[in-house]
């Protein structure tokens, strides 16, 4: 099992009505892989987070977490849809950080931390604390755990939500432009908190972003997404200093300069 990817998209199509979305996308992110998904607004870029979120259902194909497949199960020798209780163990693996914070604003910072674990993990309320109190160090915000969302800025209350995220031990970590809400003086904090888990956490992670300085800075991979497909994919490197297709280029070049 551990040399299957740790994600695959196995021509998987998305369809709202007559409108494709995601068209046949074929991916594999490898284990502890670390991938950037940019694009123009209405490519497809979120949707493939909230098809791995099963906020999205799928139209065709599969999709594979962790060697076995989310959207589907063995019966019989073959595959078919997956029951409800087979998509949420397996679901369980992954965690997501929203554009919004989505935190609960009548928790505490650790309150928002423990709910989960305790209630979905079944764990104990003083391991749940304590693994709360590491996370919400490892994002700089110890002294701020007995604080309502209302009382923290936006930075905060998103390094709260990577941490309330991380405290459920996902082996993969979603990102949906979490700075786009920010005002641009704490956009800093949160992306220093993400290097941080990169660094210190052996986690695939895969990020939708407009950043394209930490793009080009933090991935392994940067996949250009186009009309529901990936135009090009390749290393940061290839993708930002020498781009092979023109509508990269293109979307490169406009998003540089209005930056």
């Known amino acids: 099992m551990n040399d299957m990817p740790m994600v695959r998209f196995e021509n998987v ?17 490898g284990r502890g892989e670390k991938v950037s998904i940019i694009g123009p607004s209405g490519s497809g870029k979120t949707t493939v987070l ?11 194909g599969v999709l594979w977490v962790d060697g076995e ?15 409800t209780k087979h998509i949420r163990r397996i679901r369980a693996k992954i965690g ?6 989505n935190l609960f604003p009548h928790m505490t910072a650790m309150g928002n931390c423990i709910e989960a674990p305790i ?21 700089g915000l110890s002294a701020k755990k007995d604080h309502y969302p209302s009382q923290l800025s936006g930075g905060q209350q998103q390094r709260v939500a990577i941490a309330r995220a991380l405290a459920m031990r996902p082996k993969i970590m979603l990102f949906d432009e979490v700075t786009s809400a920010l ?15 990169g660094r210190e956490h052996d986690l695939t992670m895969l990020m939708v972003t407009h950043q394209m300085g930490f793009a080009k800075e933090f991935s392994d991979r940067v996949c250009f997404f186009y009309q529901g497909k990936i135009c090009e994919q390749g290393a940061p490197a290839e993708i930002f200093g020498n781009p092979k297709n023109e509508r990269t280029r293109q979307f490169l070049n406009a998003v540089l300069e209005a930056g």
Request: proline fraction near 5%; charged fraction near 25%.
């Open 50 to 60: 909230r098809m791995l979120m099963t906020l999205e259902a799928i139209n065709d």
């Open 183 to 197: 005002d641009p003086e704490l956009v800093g904090e949160v992306l220093q908190v993400i290097r941080k888990i």
């Open 119 to 139: 209630t979905v993990l079944g764990m104990k309320r003083s391991e749940a604390e304590e693994r709360a109190a590491e996370l919400l160090n490892m994002v």
């Open 69 to 83: 497949p989310m959207t589907h199960m063995m019966q019989n020798g073959k595959l078919v849809p997956a029951t």
């Open 96 to 101: 997501m950080v929203f554009q919004s914070f």
């Open 13 to 29: 199509s998305k369809r709202y009505g007559p409108l494709t979305v995601l068209d046949n996308l074929n991916l594999d992110i």
